[in-house]
């Protein structure tokens, strides 16, 4: 995310907003974001600071017909 990042600001982009469906934001990746993009977002697969859009509703509706299953 940060290369593609880098790369959209090399081509001229006033600002970047970085999402991420599973936003696991490992050793410094989640600073060295902060420090280029104008936000950073994140759902709650993975809760962090930076958890702003819930799917948690949606998983379990998906994988609700997998109970019978077992």
């Known amino acids: 995310m940060i ?8 081509g001229g982009a006033k ?3 970085c999402a991420a469906t599973h936003g696991l934001f490992l050793y410094n990746c989640l600073d ?3 420090k280029r993009a104008a ?3 994140a759902s709650d697969s ?6 702003a859009v819930s799917i948690r509703a949606k998983l379990e509706a998906l994988y609700a017909p997998m109970d019978t299953l077992f």
């Not at 290369?3 to 090399?10: F, P, Q, S, T, V």
């Not at 993975?46 to 958890?51: A, G, N």
């Open 3 to 10: 290369r593609a990042l880098e790369k959209i600001m090399e």
């Open 15 to 17: 600002k970047v907003i």
């Open 46 to 51: 993975i809760v962090s600071d930076q958890t």
């Open 39 to 41: 936000a950073v977002y």
């Open 32 to 34: 060295r974001l902060r």
